[in-house]
């Protein structure tokens, strides 16, 4: 069975950095994009970074500059730096893997991970 687990979130002050992982389990052939994804209270899941097995990357508006999103993909593992974190930043973040290609499945799958904490005070 493919598992994504999310580490790494916490509480930290504005202006501070946190590193999130997400590590994909199971018997993985390959992945096309991993990403992440947050959710704060009261509104809708959004993109946060996106990364494909290339290494290109895409970010959302309000994290360009601040955040790096990053993959190894021999550890089918995603990372995303977040520097100089705002209260605004404040959600649960989600691992995502899209088109991971197993043995639990004939076809691409899409993917998703519990969800990390990350609070940023002010």
């Known amino acids: 069975q493919v598992q994504l687990v999310e580490s790494g979130g916490g509480l930290v002050q504005a202006g501070g950095s946190l590193t999130l992982s997400c590590a994909a389990s199971g018997s993985i052939f390959s992945i096309n994009t991993m990403a992440w994804y947050r959710q704060a209270p009261g509104k809708q899941r959004e993109l946060v970074a996106a990364?494909?097995?290339?290494?290109?990357?895409n970010y959302a508006d309000s994290v360009k500059g601040r955040f790096t999103i990053s993959r190894d993909n021999a550890k089918n593992t995603v990372y995303l730096q977040m520097n100089s974190l705002k209260p605004e930043d404040t959600a649960v973040y989600y691992c995502n893997a899209k088109g991971l290609y197993s043995s639990s499945a004939r076809y691409g799958m899409d993917y998703w991970g519990k969800g990390t904490q990350v609070t940023v005070s002010s």
């Open positions: 990364v494909t097995s290339g290494g290109s990357t």
